[in-house]
């Protein structure tokens, strides 16, 4: 047996939901047929990548190292796969950063912006490996995301600059026992179960996890996962509790709600590679993705609540 791509994806997709079964039906093979692939893999390399415990399937430190050189060659195989030669007269410009609405509205302005350039995608959860990509010029712009006490230092040659600052808030189910507040304590939430991401490498849940601790708990973390579609049912169903950026959109079953306080925050960044096609000032570019933000905060009520309530405006530091 010798190592495909497909084997770096199965390993990608289970990590990626702490489930084989769950990745099973995003791969379209069934559970015992990943159960025995991911057995061979095992085999193939040497040692345990995949450990099951209370929070589902997760990574071995052995499982870790392979999955970080994965995703680097998945995601040069991504980029072979989307390459095309460019039409004549046509640039390309390559966006990165973690899937969202602000992510889409960016897109639309750039594409307004730069009327003929074919732009493309390329979705990825780790911060640090989207920062990694644009200062070995494989990526031209992203949008990342930092937390108070792990402010990023992106490498040279990466340009940064902010975009907005919002305080972090939580969702939960519409029938949970909070859910009629207006806002809600940390504190009281000490004995919920939580879903939460893996370690994005540069801060968050990291940032979270610090607060709970300043309020005397550690968060029962019964989940993790970064799929938002997953998270969404499971504090829907009331099996979790988790923390949601404030322009999480709440529908079937879940609301969101500030946190007393605002212990938890969180700055989108956009960041680009100078030498890329964006070169020269990067104004228009941080104006593009703050107009995107400005759109998306416009359609969420509760966040907009909470900025009239502390009489902010979209953008405020978290040190105002």
Known sequence: MQLEVRHLRALDTVARHASVTRAAAVLGVSQPALTMQLRRIERLLGGELFARGPQGVMPTAF?????????????????????????????????????????????????????????????????????????????????VSDYPGHELRPPPPVRHDLVAVEPVFVALAAGHRLAARAQIDLADLAGEEWVLPPSDGTGWPEHFLEACAARRFTPDVRYRMVDAETKRELIATGRAVGPCQATFEPERGVVVRPLTGDPVWMRHLVTWDPAGPLTGPGEPLVRLAREAHAAVAGGCPAYLDWLTRRGRSVGASWAS
């Open 63 to 143: 499982g870790d190292f392979v999955l970080a050189r994965a995703r680097a060659a998945l995601a040069d195989v991504d980029d072979i796969l989307a390459a095309r030669p460019p039409a004549p007269g046509v640039s390309t410009v390559r966006v990165g950063g973690f899937e969202s609405r602000l992510l889409i509205g960016l897109i639309g302005r750039l594409e307004a912006a730069l009327p003929g350039a074919h732009v493309t995608v390329h979705a990825e959860y780790s911060t640090r490996l989207l920062l990694d990509l644009i200062a070995a010029h494989r990526l031209d712009l992203a949008l």
